[in-house]
């Protein structure tokens, strides 16, 4: 059988952290209604050094605890986003958004944990981009993180490094990408190849599904025909290039059963493959953003051009029926966890693609807004119970890359990264009032009900009264660890029952043609 996964609830506090040891370090959250993926109830939530302690009522707390009246909100496990890039070095710039604007800003909405794509260009190991990311990251992160692994090129000095990356560094999730043709493209030879390594490890593959050779075509064809407006990047992507690709890298995985999780959901094809694929049994996990939930691709018709460039990311946003297709099975169980892609550039830099939408950089906002638009389109429309909420927002996240319950759940012994929610009241999202760096958001104007009355992240009170309180570089490093149960329990057992059967039967004794040599 699998290693066991490690018991990710520890009750035996860490070592001091900065803030830590003092009574400013105990909160009682008194009166209010946890929410965890499986149910609802009320109690009262006791924090001491960064884990909850205490849970229920009538506790006993030791003096001096600060005390913060929760009555008549919800209680729930902060956001984790599984999918952002901060500063990521792209197009020939570099995200505006760093690992500290970033996540000041996913504190301010609610989340309290990232994973970020280590992505490196070809020719840098594996082990060089991980060390790089986590100098980039260690030195400025507000809130606790982890990393997936992005694979741009593969061959047998970057699958080497793959066992180190699962046994010693905290990595159980692998990126591939079907498209960035001549850039992080692989073929499908090597994916499988990919997929065969990652579930020797126990680890997860992850896949951008979009068939890079197909956009190649389009772009150039585009380009040659004038149009070169962010209208291009979308007409060169169409439903079908997301689709099939979709289609493509979940029979891969099937063919090897490896753990398949599809990286931003972007369309209505896409999603059903997910879905389709989840009937027949297969162990795929599908991804939509708070993009593809919360806004659509009708803008990049926009006459105005930064207001259409603000918009292009990749798969891009589709038509105004997607978000809620996506939104629905999202609500239903089909899809499985939230992330945001969140990769954001200013006008200047979106601008190096103004006489040519394929030099576009590619990316939108959404770390700060994610759980605001979700709660507003999934729970405020009636279409997901606040459980299924937290369950998308963050345990299922949990979940799959093995974290949980530290991480995802109210309960004695987890992370004390936990909400303070008020469901009634409301938000308009701008780019004037948000805490991002970036100077645009795709969800300008939209009234948001679910907002975060208090964040706590590590324990500490980083948000209240609307007054962020980050602090750069507390966040750490969360290992993922390999062999996620939640995953890799039926890719076993399908192992067995999926195992092909040889049929006995005597042999063959009659004649066999002789098939004769010509010179
Ligand atoms: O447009 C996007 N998605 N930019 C970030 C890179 C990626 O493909 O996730
Ligand atoms: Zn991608
Ligand atoms: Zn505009
Ligand atoms: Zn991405």
């Known amino acids: 059988w699998y290693q066991p996964a490690v018991e990710p609830v520890r009750h035996i506090p860490q070592q001091a952290t900065a803030a830590s040891e003092s009574a400013q370090n105990r909160i009682l959250l008194k009166g209010g209604k946890v929410v965890n993926h499986d149910r609802m109830f009320d109690a009262d939530v006791y924090i001491e050094d960064g884990y909850i302690k205490q849970l229920g009522k009538d506790l006993v707390i030791p003096g001096g605890t600060r005390t913060i009246d929760a009555t ?6 902060g956001g984790i986003d599984t999918h952002t890039h901060m500063e ?11 690992f500290y604007h970033g ?12 994973m970020d794509f280590v992505l490196d260009g070809k020719g840098v190991l594996p082990l060089d981009a991980y060390n ?30 793959l066992p180190i990356l699962c046994k010693e560094k905290g990595i159980n999730s692998f990126k591939v990408f079907m498209a960035y043709k001549d850039l992080f493209m692989l ?10 390594t990652c579930k020797s490890l126990g680890a997860i593959v992850q896949v951008h599904a ?11 064809k585009l380009l040659a025909l004038g149009i070169t407006g962010p209208e291009g990047h979308l007409m060169a992507r169409p439903e079908e290039v997301e689709e099939e690709a979709t289609h493509r890298a979940i029979m891969l995985a099937d063919q090897v059963n490896c753990p ?3 990286v931003h959901v972007m369309c209505k094809g896409a999603a059903d493959a997910v879905r389709r694929a989840r009937m027949r049994g297969a162990v795929v996990f599908g991804e939509p953003i708070a993009a593809s939930l919360g806004t659509d691709g009708t803008h990049y018709f926009n006459k105005c051009w930064r207001h259409a460039a603000g918009h292009v990311m990749a798969p891009p946003l589709k038509d105004a029926t997607t978000p809620e297709y996506l939104l629905n099975l999202l609500a239903n169980g089909d899809l499985e966890c939230t992330g945001t892609d969140n990769c954001t550039f200013n006008a200047d830099q979106k601008a190096l693609g103004k006489d040519d939408f394929t030099k576009i950089p590619n990316g939108v906002n959404g770390v700060e807004d994610r759980m605001s638009v979700i709660w507003e389109k999934g729970v405020h429309s009636g279409k997901m119970d606040p459980c ?11 979940k799959i890359f093995n974290i949980y319950p530290r991480k995802g759940h109210i309960a004695v012994g987890s992370d004390a990264d936990v909400l303070v929610w008020d469901p009634t009241a409301t938000r308009t999202i701008s780019a004037a009032t948000h805490h991002q760096k970036v100077d645009f958001n795709i969800f300008e104007g939209m009234e948001c009900h679910g907002v975060p009355l208090i964040v706590i992240s590590q324990g500490r009170v980083v948000l209240e009264d609307g007054q962020l309180h980050a602090t750069r570089g507390v966040g750490r490093f969360i290992p993922t660890p390999c062999y996620s149960q939640y995953v890799y329990n039926r890719i076993q057992t399908r192992d067995v029952s999926r195992a092909p059967q040889k049929v006995d039967r005597e042999a063959y004794d009659g004649p066999v043609i002789e098939i004769k040599m010509e010179d």
């Open 88 to 98: 990521l070095p792209f197009g020939g710039t570099v995200a505006v958004d760093d």
């Open 187 to 196: 073929r499908d030879d090597e994916i499988l190849d990919v997929l065969k």
């Open 388 to 398: 299924r909420y937290v369950a998308v927002t963050s345990t299922n996240a949990a």
């Open 210 to 220: 979009e068939n890079g050779d197909v956009i190649d075509e389009n772009c150039k």
């Open 103 to 114: 996540t000041r800003a996913a504190l301010a909405g609610g989340t309290t944990m990232i």
């Open 260 to 262: 398949l999780y599809v």
């Open 132 to 161: 790089k990311w986590m100098d980039k990251a260690g030195a400025k992160v507000c809130c606790d993180f982890s990393f997936h692994m992005g694979l741009t090129w593969w061959n047998d000095k970057v699958k080497e490094e």
């Open 72 to 77: 008549g909100k919800m209680v729930m496990p």
